[in-house]
């Protein structure tokens, strides 16, 4: 693997719901934490709480919107986890291609 794995932010996008907001946030024009909590099985407090979570790991930036806080994505972030997530893939892919093979052998000793 090129870079190192960042748990932190692998363990904010790990959740569904969070992972759901990225979608959201995505999909439209940024939001605000009641206008996610619209859109999601969870409470306006709960969804505040999981902004919190992406903001400290730098996916999520936010303004003042009137008297609320208006979340967008920060795309040079996600693109650099996307990166570090196919970086990570490809190690996985790597070790279990070494795993088939070394399988494949003991198969073929064994038909020998």
């Given at each position: 693997?090129?870079?190192?794995?960042?748990?932190?932010?692998?363990?904010?996008?790990?959740?569904?719901?969070?992972?759901?907001?990225?979608?959201?946030?995505?999909?439209?024009?940024?939001?605000?934490?009641?206008t996610?909590?619209?859109?999601?099985?969870?409470?306006?407090?709960?969804?505040?709480?999981?902004?919190?979570?992406?903001?400290?790991?730098?996916?999520?930036?936010?303004?003042?919107?009137?008297?609320?806080?208006?979340?967008?994505?920060?795309?040079?972030?996600l693109?650099?986890?996307?990166?570090?997530?196919?970086?990570?893939?490809?190690g996985?892919?790597a070790?279990?291609?070494?795993?088939?093979?070394?399988?494949?052998?003991?198969?073929?000793?064994?038909?020998?």
């Amino acid at each position: 693997m090129d870079q190192a794995v960042d748990d932190e932010l692998w363990s904010a996008v790990g959740d569904p719901i969070r992972r759901r907001m990225l979608d959201l946030l995505l999909s439209g024009d940024g939001g605000t934490a009641t206008t996610l909590s619209a859109q999601l099985p969870v409470t306006r407090q709960a969804v505040a709480k999981h902004l919190g979570v992406l903001g400290r790991v730098g996916l999520v930036r936010d303004a003042p919107a009137g008297r609320e806080r208006r979340y967008e994505v920060d795309e040079a972030r996600l693109a650099r986890a996307v990166a570090q997530l196919s970086s990570v893939g490809a190690g996985w892919d790597a070790r279990l291609q070494r795993i088939k093979r070394i399988a494949e052998a003991i198969q073929r000793s064994r038909e020998d």
